[in-house]
C-alpha cells in the first residue's frame, strides 16, 4: 500500500535524522597524583585533574563519568571529567582493589585480590561473591591474587589477571576460567573499549600501555608512558555502540523507551547482548531484528513507531518482562536469528536493526508501543 505523500515525506526525514553513537576516545589513567589521559595509539599522556591518594579506576553508566577509589580513607569516589571534579560517594565497607564495571546491567564489581565483590552505588556496601578460584585449565591463578579487572560487554564476560595469565571470571561464584598467557609483569587495570573490542592493561611501575589479544591474551606492547605509574583504566565518551535512528513515542513513564547495545557485535562471539531501558515496569518486551530500516507510525494501532522492514526477526522465545528498574537484557544468538522460514546466521559486514515491541497503559487504556532503535554493523 504506497503511503500518503505527506507521511512519505515524514519518513524521509525521520530516517535521515541519524544519530551516531560516541565511538573510541581517550583513555582515562588514574595515578596516585590525580587522572591523566592516555592516547591509545600513541601513549602521550596529559594531566586531566589533580587529586591524590586515587586508585583503581573503571567507567561508569554516564558518559564522561569513571569511578576510582579514594585509597586513604576506602571511600568510593565519581570523578566527573567534563567538570573536573572527584566527589567522595560513600565509604566501602570491605574496600577493594580494583573495580570493573558491566555497563549492561549496570553492577559495579571489585576485587581485594582473593575474593570477587559486588559494590552498591551510591551506599558503598561491598557483598563478596565468592573466592577466586580456578575453574580447571593448566593454569590457577597466582598467590598473589587475582589484582586488575574489566568488563568485556562485547563478550558478557567478567576479565582478571594475576600478572601472568588472563581470565574469565563467573560474575555469580567467583570461578575462573583460563583464557591466555600474556607474560606482562606489573598489570594494574584492564579496560575493554566497547567500541573497538580492545582490551588494554597499564603497568607499574615501568608505566607502559599494553593491547590483549581477547582470545588469546597475547600482549602487545603500544607505547611507554611518561606520566604514572598507573592503577586505574577507564575511558571517555559514550558506553554504547552503533547508530539510533526513526523516532520513538514516549510512554506512560513519560520517556521514550531506548534500545542499546554495549558491544561492537563481533559475530564470532555468536551472541549479542541487547538493552532496552525506560520500559513501564512489569510489562513484556520483545526484541525483533531485520536487516532494513522503516518507518510505520502507528503500526497495528499501537501508538509507537515500526522502524524495521523485510523479514523482520521476533525472538518469541526470549519474551521478557520489565523490572521495577524499568530494564530488560535479552541475549540474542548470532548464529540463529529467528527469521522466516529459516533462521539466519548473522554474518560480518550485516548491518542489523533492533527494536523493541512492547505493551504499556496509555491514556485510555492498554496499548502498545517501540523503543527507539538501534543500528549495528556486525564485526
Known sequence: MQQPPHRAALAAALMMCLATAGSAQNLIGIASDGVYTIDPVTGATGVSISQYYLDGATDSAEPDVVYARLDALDLLARIDLVAGTVQPISSMTLPPRDLAHDHARGLLYGTDGIALQTISVPSGVVTVVGTLTANGGPWTPSPNGVLALGYDNGRDRLLGTDGSHLWAIDPVNGACTWIGYHG??????????????????????????????????????????????FTGLASTGSRTTGTSYCVATPNSTGTAAVTEVY???????QHLLVATRDLPPG?????????????????LGSEGNLCLLGNVASFRSQLAWAGPDGRVLQDLDLTAFPTRPLPTAVQPGDQWHFQAWYRDQGRSGPTTNFSQPIALLMQ
Open 184 to 229: 606482562v609483569p606489573g598489570i594494574q587495570d584492564l579496560h575493554v573499549d566497547a567500541a573497538t573490542d580492545r582490551i588494554y592493561a597499564v603497568t607499574a611501575p615501568q608505566s607502559e600501555l599494553y593491547e590483549l589479544d581477547p582470545d588469546t591474551a597475547e600482549a602487545t606492547r603500544i607505547a611507554p608512558l611518561l606520566d604514572g605509574p
Open 263 to 269: 558491544s561492537p557485535g563481533v559475530v564470532s562471539s
Open 283 to 299: 510489562q513484556p518486551c520483545l526484541m525483533m531484528a531485520s536487516l532494513a530500516p522503516g518507518w510505520l507510525g502507528g503500526f
